[in-house]
């Protein structure tokens, strides 16, 4: 295998020279076209083909729900680039079109209750269903992981910002990165408006727990499910019956019985 070799991606067979690929882990290649059907955050060279594939149908079933939801808008704009952050603070749920996402065919759908740093111990717990909610956290400590920062060159001037918004999930960190010529006023206001809706989200109390319980409950559901190869559209069930509670918990439907069990 040579510097100027191509290789064969192992999604649609092209072959394709060392600009347009990536490597996965186990040795398969990704071409650029086949990466844009995965995720804009997730660090793709840390996924195998297996895993890539699942990110693949993950994304493409946000992208579904993103055209049928009904998300508020915070936009703005530099150089002819779309800095928008779409949220359903109801749900608890947001998106995002950035320069980084704009090249990807799929919205994906983040959960508010997950932007916090990765902890491998407690995903491990969650994953075998010992706890059905994360650590509270509180106002300050979220607002502080929630970061903006101007940027420098060598000589010092500067070179934009950079907003850093840590993620619950293994192989993700989001990273929005603002042009220099953008607007400070219009940077700080989308950061500022992000945070705050974020932040506010996570720090409210009864009803946040609910959708913590029924978020782990889902994924502990949804992950039995894979390890157990029951299908695509048993897993497909298990989400349809966590999304169904968590329309319950906004309506009132759901309640929260004993030992913090939902109740329908």
Known sequence: MGLFSKETCAFCGKEVGMMHRSKL????????????????????DHLNKESAKAVMEEVARDESFFQAANFRETTRRAAGKRYTFYDDYDAGLFALHTPETEKYKNHPIFYMMMVRPFDRNLAFSLQQGNTTAMPALSKSQYEAMI????????????????????????????????????KEDDVKY??????????????????LKMHQTNLYQTAGAVLKAAIKGEGTEAIEEKVKEGIETANGINDGT?????FGRLKK
């Open 147 to 182: 970061t903006l920062e101007e940027k420098k060159n060598a000589d010092g001037s500067p070179d934009g910002w950079v907003m850093k918004m840590p993620y619950f999930r293994e192989h993700m960190n989001i990273e929005i990165r603002f042009p220099q010529n953008m």
């Open 254 to 258: 759901v309640k929260r019985g004993l």
């Open 25 to 44: 882990q186990g040795g398969d290649f990704i071409c650029t076209d086949c990466k844009y059907l995965t995720h804009p955050f997730i660090r793709i």
């Open 190 to 207: 989308w950061y500022s408006t992000v945070r705050t809706i974020i932040v506010n989200y996570n720090t409210s109390t009864a009803r």
